[in-house]
């Protein structure tokens, strides 16, 4: 029987000899992870499961990186717990200024393989997917389970099959492809889905590029979203992990429950207008718009490659005096790679304020959190109401290019009417 | 399993995790203090509304979004019994199930119902009945009722863990 790629890897993970979509299985995860925010509410949920020991030390990843560096006493307490219990537990624990945003992290340290489960106490788990495996975000008791026993119930899901064609344009990047794939379908056309991304323009896509895309799947309202492994993942891959793995795709006569098609010839840069990713507009539709925070980071769009779109655009050039601009590296390795690349100063010296790796303001937990009134302009990937502070606030989701234009300008534009600076 | 309870009914598509607990409280640790913040960034009134017996009647897309579980913990904490929705998000939909909370697709229910509404739960039956009009729910997989009836994640995953500790 013809698989997709989905139950191709549910198959490896769980102890069924067949699974169509909808069928209840329990998923063995190659890696859990877990955060200052998941993490001590799972700890508690495990506690009372009568665990006292995780499943298996070596699969266990603990983050902190919502509300670090701590913000008050109360979320210092929080990292504070995750520390302790990794210690007890003797599992991997990144400490705050050698670690980063958890997703980008566990991508760049090698924890990610195409065709593994990783279980992930946060809803951007599915950002795994860029490197072909099955991430799928979950809540706190969840995660106690996935501790404890190292299974996690799963429906298995139908997939939806978007083929990215042609050929990205200038100022286009994974951002916009994304959010032509949530415009499309919108945010809850996911829903019990599993998005596979192919195409000629999925293979040309960056590694970076792929975490961008595979970020917002639940942004639809998807269990996860994934590229089928290729030889970019490989060489992305190749000296950074051990972990073994084989490149596995859906069968040609996969059922697919949906095609969605994008022709990267004809999208140009998307916004996604307040209040949600699912409000998407060409980026004209938004040109004009004053812009009080500009906010460059998170794990969808906080890589070096994004760093480097934005300063493209700020060099040699000032952020508006009506304006202030946050430029907010995913994680430590790409702090010291944008430092390396001159990056940073450059970011400094055009006024921006560049912070350490932290989720942040992305979630409203601090470091740039908006008033009422306020308008903003995020690579992130939430615009909710009140997402990023005050319920009064408005943000636009967008790539780096077209945020870092928006800082020069003082209001969204057009990043080709600008011009890359020389 | 049956459930009754009076209706609060949220209206609106979509409703997302942040305006229901909003990230800056996502430090909260004790459940009961979470309750001051539920329907924060959507209604905060709505608070006042709950009560020991409330059924929570929403729209489609239910829950967007986080995978906080502050939100359905301070939910039981209120006083909320169970949910009646058109449809609800991925993630919010697991915690419910995982916490005991009932969450139960019926869209017809929740056009008939209104705020007060008398709302009765019979899961075995698959029906939810409002103001004694009976509407049937989406069916619920064997699994998912298994763990409705364990009262949640926690219970289960006890006695699977009891059953594979070995003795001696």
New interface residues.
């Given amino acids: 029987m013809p698989h997709t790629l989905a139950e191709k890897i549910l198959l490896a993970h769980s102890d069924a000899d067949e699974v169509t979509p ?1 069928d ?1 299985v329990m998923v063995r995860c190659d890696v859990v992870m877990t955060n200052d ?2 993490g ?2 799972a700890f508690r ?1 495990m506690e ?4 006292k020991r995780v499943f298996d030390p070596e699969k266990v990843v603990l983050v902190p990186d ?2 670090v560096p701590a913000k ?1 006493t ?2 210092a307490e ?1 990292q504070k717990l995750l520390r302790k219990w990794a210690e007890e537990q003797g599992v991997t624990y990144y400490e705050q200024g050698r670690g980063g945003i958890e997703h980008t992290l566990l991508v760049e340290e090698g924890w990610v393989v195409p065709g593994s489960v990783i279980a992930g ?3 951007h788990t599915c950002t795994y997917g860029a490197l072909g495996a099955f991430g799928t ?6 995660i ?2 996935c501790l ?2 190292g299974t996690f ?1 799963q ?1 298995v899901p139908a997939t939806i099959r978007v083929e990215f064609t042609g050929e990205k344009q200038r100022f286009v990047t994974g951002k916009d492809l994304i959010l032509a794939v949530i415009g499309e379908i919108g ?2 056309g996911g ?2 889905m599993a998005l596979e991304f192919v195409g000629d323009g999925a293979e040309a896509l960056s590694i970076d590029e792929r975490l961008a895309v595979a970020n917002m799947a ?1 942004e639809a ?3 996860t979203g994934f590229f089928p492994a290729d030889e970019t993942v490989a060489q992305y891959l190749d000296g950074r992990t051990t972990r073994p793995w084989t490149a596995e795709r859906s069968d040609p006569d996969a059922g697919f429950a949906q095609t969605v098609r994008i022709d990267l010839d004809f999208l140009s840069p998307l916004v996604a207008m307040p209040h ?1 990713p ?1 409000n998407v507009v060409p980026l004209d539709q938004a040109i004009g718009q004053r812009i009080d925070q500009v906010y460059i980071g998170n794990c969808s769009n906080g890589t070096l490659t994004d760093l480097r779109q934005a300063a493209e655009m700020l060099r040699g050039r000032r952020v508006s005096p009506r304006t202030r601009a946050i430029v907010v590296p995913a994680t430590q390795r790409v702090y010291r790679e944008a430092l390396a690349e001159g990056l940073l100063d450059l970011f400094v010296e055009a006024g921006a304020m560049v912070s350490a790796p932290t989720c942040g303001a992305c ?3 601090g470091n740039g ?1 908006l008033a009422p009134g306020e308008n903003a302009i995020t690579t992130t990937n ?1 615009n ?4 990023m ?1 005050s ?1 009064e606030a408005r943000v636009h989701l967008a790539n780096a290019w077209v945020a870092a234009a928006a800082a020069v300008a003082g209001e969204i534009v057009d990043p080709a009417e600008l011009g890359a600076a020389a | 399993m049956r459930l009754s309870g009076r209706a609060v009914v949220i209206r609106q598509d979509d409703v997302d995790t942040d305006v229901l607990y909003p990230g800056e409280y996502l430090n909260v640790t004790d459940v009961e203090k979470m309750t001051a913040y539920l329907f924060e960034g959507l209604d905060p009134s709505l608070r006042d509304e709950l009560g020991g017996d409330t059924a929570l009647v929403v729209g489609s897309n239910f829950g967007a979004g986080s995978s906080r579980e502050h939100v359905p913990q301070a939910m039981s904490a209120s006083g909320i019994r169970f949910l009646v929705g058109k449809s609800f998000a991925r993630i919010f939909y697991r915690n419910c199930i995982n916490l005991g909370l009932p969450a139960v697709v019926a869209p017809e229910a929740v056009a008939a119902a209104a705020p007060g509404s008398a709302l009765e739960l019979d899961l075995d039956a698959g029906t939810v009945g409002v103001d004694g009009r009976p509407f049937s729910i989406k069916p619920i997989p064997d699994f998912l009722r298994e763990m409705f009836a364990a009262g949640g994640l926690v219970p289960w995953m006890q006695a699977q863990l009891d059953a594979t500790t070995p003795v001696g």
């Fill in positions: 909808g209840i925010i998941s001590p509410m949920a009372k499961m009568g665990a919502h509300f008050d109360r979320s929080l106490g946060d809803s975000g979950l809540g706190s008791t969840d106690a389970a404890a026993s119930w429906a945010v809850a829903t019990n639940v309202g998807s269990e949600s699912g979630f409203g937990g959190v939430r909710f109401k009140g997402r502070g319920s």
